[in-house]
T-cell receptor
């Protein structure tokens, strides 16, 4: 079974731009969560989507948004990029229940110049 | 606020030298504690889920245990391929996952 895939794997943007990251979950998984990983803050939860609805949300500003499509694929958008948004963005998928184990993708490395 | 503290930050082991990693936590209504392994440049790889105090899980050279306040990941007779960062995460009653900073394990041949 194919794992979680994320595209693109690497991205370089400049301050003020916006970016969209994509995540395809494991087949049959209906929940997708997004995380930001930085050396200073570690892994931090952004939000979770299930059945095209945001089910849970972390403590990030409104510049960070996401959506989920009917095929469970998800996108994350960051607007008005700041230098501090440079990070590894990880997507994780799980079956359906919030308690189900989350399986992570390889991440998208975003660099903001 | 939920807190997860992992110690030590880094661990250097000789091949075959067993050791333990600690994950202490304070969380409102623990639903589950998760252990992940992360290699450089990759996403975390799931290892174990523990749900209640006293529970133990094993996989090859790894064994995870859980008490009411902490979890241990025991590495028995490690090999160089066990070198990685090990992450602990707790799921609170609101189902959010909070991760610790991780323990970076280096196993020398």
């Amino acid at each position: 079974k194919a794992g979680v895939t994320q595209t693109p794997r690497y991205l370089i943007k400049t301050r003020g731009q916006q970016v969209t990251l994509s995540c395809s979950p494991i087949s049959g998984h209906r929940s997708v969560s997004w995380y930001q990983q930085t050396p200073g803050q570690g892994l931090q939860f952004l939000f979770e989507y299930f059945s095209e609805t945001q089910r849970n949300k972390g403590n990030f500003p409104g510049r960070f948004s996401g959506r989920q499509f009917s095929n469970s694929r998800s996108e994350m958008n960051v607007s008005t990029l700041e230098l501090g948004d440079s990070a590894l963005y990880l997507c994780a998928s799980s079956l359906s229940s919030p308690q189900d184990t989350q399986y992570f993708g390889p991440g998208t490395r975003l660099t903001v110049l | 606020e939920d807190q997860v503290t992992q110690s030590p930050e880094a661990l250097r082991l000789q091949e075959g030298e067993s050791s333990s990693l600690n994950c202490s936590y304070t969380v409102s209504g623990l639903r589950g504690l998760f252990w992940y392994r992360q290699d450089p440049g990759k996403g975390p790889e799931f290892l174990f889920t523990l749900y209640s105090a006293g529970e133990e899980k094993e996989k090859e050279r790894l064994k995870a245990t859980l008490t009411k306040k902490e979890s241990f990941l025991h590495i028995t007779a490690p090999k160089p391929e066990d070198s990685a960062t090990y992450l602990c995460a707790v799921q609170a009653e609101d189902y959010k996952l909070s991760f610790g900073a991780g323990t970076t394990v280096t196993v020398r041949a």
